[in-house]
């Protein structure tokens, strides 16, 4: 069964970095047709992708985020963790880390596993 | 970076109705857009993908068309637990990703 488990503070003040854990089971970072995203939603707005990686470390973030976010992965420990500088109270969101799954005999790329979330509360 | 736009923003629909949803794309993605269903207080679910590709376990109720940068998404007979919001979701070449704003469907 595969598995996905944000975690991380819940509060954190402006302008401090937010460090998220996402732990997978049920399948191996080191899997060339896998990989690990993180999106955010603020409270009762849309979806927000925000980064990913795959398995030889090639990493992607989004353009409007890539001088504030960082991606990495430990293996061995099945871990993704992303980090956040300078956070502010917009970035106040229910964080959610998702397994990718990437096509065999067609490219593709889809979030097909997902975790609960973890909300995080930016404010002094 | 490709932009995402959906319409209606909102519907309101009753059981056994069909539902369209409609997403378009700022420039030709091709066949890269995937749809997802969330429900309040969870995880987005993965419908379909690649534009017309159910994904396994979904009801043959859900389908998806389109290509290049206009995409449809339908719900043939709409069912109690299909109240919800859906969101289109496009991947380029790299890949980045983008979320359209998500469509609600509720209770007539």
């Known amino acids: 069964q595969v598995t996905l488990k944000e975690s991380g503070p819940v509060l954190v003040k402006p302008t401090e970095t937010l460090t998220l854990t996402c732990t997978v089971s049920?399948?191996?970072?080191?899997?060339?047709?896998?990989?690990v995203s993180w999106v955010r939603q603020p409270p009762g707005k849309a979806l927000e992708w925000l980064a990913h990686?795959?398995?030889?470390?090639?990493?992607f973030s989004s353009t409007s985020l890539q001088t504030r976010v960082t991606i990495s992965k430990d293996t061995s420990k099945s871990q993704v963790v992303l980090t956040m500088t300078n956070v502010d109270p917009v970035d106040t969101a229910t964080y959610y880390c998702?397994?990718?799954?990437?096509?065999?005999?067609?490219?593709?790329?889809?979030?097909?596993?997902w975790g609960q979330g973890t909300p995080v509360t930016v404010s002094s | 970076d490709v932009q995402m736009t959906q319409s209606p923003p909102s519907l309101s629909a009753s059981v056994g109705d069909r539902v369209t949803i409609t997403c378009q794309a700022s420039?030709?993605?091709?066949?890269?857009l995937n749809w997802y269903q969330q429900k309040p207080g969870k995880a987005p679910k993965l419908l379909i993908y690649?534009?017309?590709n159910l994904e396994t376990g979904v009801p043959s109720r859900f389908s998806g068309s389109g290509s290049g940068t206009d995409f449809t998404f339908t719900i043939s007979s709409l069912q109690p637990e299909d109240f919800a919001t859906y969101y289109c979701?496009?991947?380029?070449?790299?890949?980045?990703?983008?979320f359209g704003p998500g469509t609600k469907v509720d209770l007539k």
């Open positions: 998702a397994r990718i799954r990437i096509g065999t005999f067609v490219t593709y790329y889809v979030m097909d596993v």
């Open positions: 049920g399948f191996s970072l080191s899997n060339g047709r896998m990989g």
């Open positions: 990686i795959f398995s030889n470390d090639e990493n």
């Open positions: 420039q030709d993605i091709s066949n890269y």
């Open positions: 690649d534009a017309s």
């Open positions: 979701q496009q991947y380029d070449n790299l890949p980045l990703f983008t």
